[in-house]
């Protein structure tokens, strides 16, 4: 059991909590309850105006709204606003949305009650998993249309996911909740569907690195590269830490390999091998720059408007406005997709019929085509990420009548990420089916301990191609022996 509390929640520690049931901490309900408390009080003050407490929503602000019906006011808002459209949000990301709306709360700034928090607990500690669409977000005034399906459920509405099973929110065994004043905002308002995905394409991405260091080392080996690129004074005076620890790493991974270190007859290697520290380092030093902005993100309150008890304040302001991540997000699919456009140009080297390895990696080429589509495959989905690299960002359409005239699109920055990580998983898998295939034409050679036993597990899975058979099936392989070997 994790209890969510008001200390850093690092993206860590999310890769931990997510294997638990979680509660709050003492502090966490005081802080809710306090908060609770002190708006209620406001809101007998009948000749105050709050927006989103007594008022309309976005161009409906001016719209006065009678006390009595405050609680009408918030229900309509969550079903007025679920419009999503488009493909549902992978389970896995709407675990991350209500782990990061609850955590939003913590910290006493949204006059939420304890009981709606608890509701969003037990969905979560239940898998219970609410139908959230990936379109309808301009993430401004919040992840508005996916966090009213998120928040759907709490009034007995919408459709969930109850342990892998698609059902009618209607048949859980949880009454309807009814939302008191700013409750419905509180839920809607806020950034927990780009940060989800943020968190979420971080941790991939991290393994992904990992995995490019490895699986590169084991092209170079299958191309007879030099070492020499490596040589760490070339990396200390240009004094990029990602570059640093990428040409660190590979001299690691090649340690002792007997392919590594025989005379070479080149006096240079093509950039994809030369400069894999630059590359691979540059993608790293992104990754820790958008690790810190998320990092912030999931630890602040986002939502609108703010109550500072302690302040006797209730201010409007703009912190669900996207903008932070948007451009983060769009600087990390960049970066991401550059791990596989490099990763595409080994292969390639790689099925070339240079360096005394036969014409795409077969050797009765003509009559076997062997592994020359699969670089095609790796092409198209290198260009398709390309084309997802356009930022998100740079858009903005007015929304609400002018009053929401700058418009992040973080939401579309977030899911265009999620894709291009998914292709460079594959576009790397594919480098991997390729690199294995090269390193044993320079047998008997042997390669390094740690290249020796990831391929040995690695031809329990993938054997070596003989003859032309179907490689969709080898490259799932791959794909899934990536996601199940633990890199040492």
Not at 421 to 442: D, K
Request: charged share 20%.
């Amino acid at each position: 059991m994790y209890s969510l509390n008001t200390e850093v929640l690092t993206l860590t520690d999310i890769a931990q909590v997510l294997t638990q049931s979680i509660t709050l901490d003492e502090r966490s309900q005081i802080n809710i309850q306090k908060c609770r408390d002190f708006l209620d009080r406001k809101m007998q003050d009948v000749n105050k105006t709050y927006y989103g407490i007594n008022t309309g929503f976005g161009a409906l602000c001016n719209v006065k709204i009678s006390n009595e019906d405050i609680e009408q006011l918030q229900e309509n808002l969550v079903l007025s606003h679920a419009c999503g459209l488009g493909q549902e949000v992978p389970p896995h990301i709407v675990k991350l949305m209500l782990l990061l709306k609850i955590q939003n709360f913590v910290y006493g700034h949204s006059g939420i009650s304890l009981k709606v928090v608890e509701r969003l607990i037990a969905f979560y500690n239940q898998d219970i998993l609410p139908v959230v669409y990936q379109l309808g977000s301009l993430g401004a005034s919040g992840d508005l249309a996916p966090l009213a399906h998120l928040s759907l459920p709490i009034l007995g509405k919408g459709m969930v996911y109850h342990q892998g099973v698609k059902k009618d929110a209607a048949q859980l065994e949880f009454p309807p909740l009814t939302l008191q004043s700013k409750e419905g905002l509180a839920l809607l308002n806020g950034t927990q569907f780009m940060s989800s995905y943020a968190v979420w394409c971080v941790l991939k991405i991290k393994k992904l690195m990992a995995w490019a260091d490895l699986i590169a080392a084991i092209s170079f080996e299958g191309y007879d590269a030099t070492l020499e690129p490596f040589t760490s004074q070339i990396h200390t005076i240009r004094n990029h830490e990602g570059q640093i620890a990428v040409a660190k790493n590979m001299l690691a991974i090649l340690a002792g390999s007997e392919m590594a270190n025989s005379p070479k007859t080149q006096i240079q290697d093509p950039y994809s091998f030369r400069c894999i520290p630059q590359v691979h380092g540059a993608t790293r030093d992104a990754v820790m720059h958008v690790e810190k902005i998320v990092t912030q993100e999931i630890n602040a309150v986002t939502d609108n408007p703010l109550v500072f008890p302690d302040d006797d304040l209730i201010l409007s302001g703009g912190n669900f406005h996207g903008q932070p991540l948007a451009i983060n997000l769009d600087y990390l699919a960049i970066a991401t997709a550059e791990l596989a456009n490099i990763s595409e140009r080994r292969t390639y080297l790689l099925i070339s019929g240079q360096r005394g390895l036969p014409p795409f990696l077969i050797q009765s080429a003509g009559l076997e085509s062997g592994l020359m589509i699969a670089q095609y495959t790796a092409a198209s989905i290198v260009s398709k990420n390309k084309q997802l690299c356009m930022p998100a960002s740079v858009d903005s359409i007015v929304s609400s009548n002018g009053q929401e005239d700058h418009v992040s699109m973080g939401a579309n920055a977030a899911t265009k990420l999620y894709e291009v990580v998914n292709n460079t998983e594959m576009v790397l898998a594919i480098e991997l089916l390729n690199a294995a295939q090269a390193i044993a034409f320079r047998r008997p050679k042997k390669s390094s301990e740690k290249i020796e036993k990831l391929l040995t597990a690695y031809r329990n899975s993938v054997p070596f191609i003989d003859k032309d058979r179907i490689i969709h099936d080898d490259m799932m392989a791959s794909i899934a022996f990536m996601n199940e070997y633990k890199i040492d």
